[in-house]
């Protein structure tokens, strides 16, 4: 729609401006730094940090429903950087002029309503938002949207120049860093660094595909994300992990677009999560909160964070109910099916600790779950999901564990509906579904396949048949019918198939 046949009354608000004041903040000691420099860490005390808009009490300044207002008229609004996740401009990095930022086509991926078998499977009604649709097909574009969007504008405002970023991954990280960087090719180099044979063969084919500089390391994430560390502390380049607080500042239009998508009624709303470096939880948490302050939502969903038997300190550091008594202690993963999410010692966990506390205090309950899960059950719910017309990923699988165990034991009810994170595209993850089909899950899975959720093509070749058709081979006429004859009454006799009566 063009700008002049908004109403009058919104027409000055459609197009935002850059405004705010935004600075870094450390967790730890609260001290902020410019946001001129790219940093990931206090240079102080060395603790994690937030973006933060000191101005904030200018979202206040307008009120929730003109937000609202502002938000569904500018997604009618045909100008592409407002149309991925900086739709919420406002709320992502509104330092970043509009002709600065990168859109790749990311965001808005869709609120998919389950079919009653799902529904009855859990309990509750529920939707999958679908992330695996996003342009380098997963959830992690939200926020490389936003940490190049942010590096291009250092690289056009202030003159920047030779910058090599930089990441570690379970992946799909690589896979967006990868693809969002060969956009910004002439200014930016990409270097990703994954765990040897711990990544699926479509994930490595993509930061190839993009160009990068693909670094195969021993070990498992953890081990990458040590020498990435080590990297950004001893040279000059940009980290693109979820400690680079700007995807955080992405990864929040999760949350804004299932605000915006329930109409604002995030009432009786419960999120699932699966949690691996804990950003994306992070995310989800601030960018609720932020959504909540301005008065543009009337609730704080409840938020539920999945994890694997495998990979499952966040669970662990919340099985103590005191809030004093608990200490995080990172585990050794074992291998897992939601391999995107087997990390032992999650980056984000301190930003989590500290928004999980304040979410709770402004909801004024309990809003906070950790559920686990087999790996056993996050195969089984996968495939269901996807006989019922879904395409989720194995983490997306998780998801659904998560619902059903958190509907078990009560932490969720039957009047409340969830929306699950599926992540990532189903195809990057599509050899656990053939490990399932043929039974080759080694033994540390600790998978056994069921029967009923199994799947496997079946070879036709009627027996009584000499020659079959051939790429580049053209059979006589009549055996072609005999071969085209006999390879249907095959497959009706499978199928059952009742003969046509002529008439
Ligand atoms: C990165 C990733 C996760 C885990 O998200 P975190 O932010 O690291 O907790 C889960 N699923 C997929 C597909 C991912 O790529
Ligand atoms: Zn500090």
Redesign the pocket.
Known sequence: MRLKDFPAEIRDLIIPKVKGEIVYQCLGCNKEFPIRQLLYTCPDCQDLLMIIDKDSHRFKEIPGETWQKIFDYRKMLNIPALKGVFLYYEFIAPLIPLDQIIYLGEGHTSLVPVNDFMRDFVGMEFYFKNDGQNPSA???DRGMACALSYINYLVKTFGVKDILAICAS????SASAALYGSYLHETVKSAVLVPQGKITKVQLSQPLGSGAYVFEIPGVFDDCMKVVENLADNYHVALLN?KNAWRIRGQESYAFEISQDLDYDTDKKVIVV????????TAIISGFLRFYDAGIINALPKVIGVQSTHANPVYRYYLERELNKRIFSPVVVKPSVAQ??M?GN?VSMPRVIKLVQEYEKKAGNERFFMVQVTEQEIMDCQLTANRNGHFI?T?GGESLAGLVRAFKNKIVHADEIAILDS??HALKFYTFQEMYFNDSFSPDFEILPKRELQNSPRLIRPKGLDTFPEPGKSLPPKDVKRFIELTSGEIAAILNLQKREVH
Do not use: H, M, V
């Open positions: 997963s959830f992690k379970t992946g799909d990280t979820s699966p949690i691996g470096n804990a950003g994306n939880i995107a999410a990390i999650p990923c983490q992540t990532a």
